[in-house]
């Protein structure tokens, strides 16, 4: 990196740190070293292609098209796809959330016990003109029956540059203090893909973070920090690849008569959809499957 590019860098990062924030955050010892291996984002980009053209078809993943593209007669291709989810059973994707780097920084949110609970390799499209490849303001926990809250963690990566040109994550400092809040599809002209809930009442005066990172680059996040993604204004896919951590003593909680109730209703009714089971899962049913260990020993899960 030539000295003008690492100045710049350096101030995006002051940026970052000199926003709101909470607490300074403790970490505890993790059991081993870290291998010294190097992460290539490229690792995964081959089995990506090779998902979305179906020459391979992993059980249980999910492939999910921009809802502007959705109803058009397409070839398989990367380009018709907007994300890959549940990649537990891909080897190939999953060798992401057994990386020691990843790892050694998990540990210290979830403690020796690791599950891999949630997967997702993230192809943001070009905008179509209607605003789609948004991702509304969030809060990660909205979707999942466990806790306690502060036992999960999400490792994020970018697997090229991310700026608010191709729509990088944006980040509500400090809101990972607060309460779940209530979410609900936003009312939005060209659309909203399908389950990209968002927050209803969040302050749209809070002070905002747009995390500007480089290929490889690697961040943490708790389940109630809000953030989303703005467009893609570039004529290229801007591709992340992330994992929801959690430790496996987590427990899991019964969501019936909370605000999680329209986010279980619509999970439930896709997965008995698609394995044939009207009538005989529940929320917590359609979480097993997920869920991996990758270190320690399984607990609850």
Not at 9 to 36: D, E, F, T
Not at 40 to 68: H, L, N, S, W
Not at 258 to 279: D, F, K, M, P
Request: aromatic fraction near 10%; hydrophobic fraction near 30%.
């Amino acid at each position: 990196m030539d000295r003008s590019r690492a100045c710049s860098r350096l101030q995006v990062l002051l940026g970052h740190l000199g926003r709101p924030s909470g607490p300074a955050i403790v970490a505890h010892p993790v059991s081993g070293l870290a291998s010294p291996a190097s992460f290539y984002p490229e690792q995964f980009q081959t089995e990506f292609e090779r998902i979305c053209r179906k020459e391979v078809k992993p059980p249980g993943i999910v492939v999910m098209m921009d809802v502007a593209t959705s109803k058009q007669r397409y070839t398989p291709s990367e380009n018709m796809v907007m994300k890959i989810q549940d990649f537990q059973e891909d080897e190939e994707l999953f060798r992401y959330c057994t990386l020691p780097q990843i790892l050694k920084y998990v540990e210290c949110f979830t403690g020796p016990n690791i599950m891999a609970m949630h997967g997702m390799l993230i192809n943001k499209p070009p905008d179509s003109g209607k605003k789609t490849s948004r991702h509304p303001l969030h809060q990660d926990l909205h979707y999942f029956p466990f806790r306690p809250s502060n036992r999960i963690v999400c490792a994020w990566t970018a697997m090229e540059n991310t700026d608010r040109n191709n729509g990088c994550l944006v980040v509500l400092p400090g809101t990972h203090k607060g309460p779940l809040k209530p979410h609900d599809y936003p009312k939005w002209e060209g659309g909203v893909n399908k389950m990209y809930h968002g927050i209803q009442d969040y302050d749209p005066d809070s002070p905002r973070v747009h995390v500007v990172m480089e290929k490889g680059d690697t961040i943490f996040f708790h389940p109630l920090l809000i953030h989303g993604s703005g467009r893609n204004r570039t004529q290229g896919f801007r591709k992340s690849i992330s994992c929801h951590f959690g430790s496996s003593d987590c427990q899991y909680i019964d969501v019936t008569g909370t605000s999680q109730e329209n986010i279980a209703r619509e999970v439930v009714g896709y997965a008995e959809q698609r394995y044939g089971l009207q009538g005989n899962m529940d929320f917590k049913d359609t979480w097993m499957f997920r869920c991996r260990l990758v270190k320690g020993e399984r607990i609850n899960l």
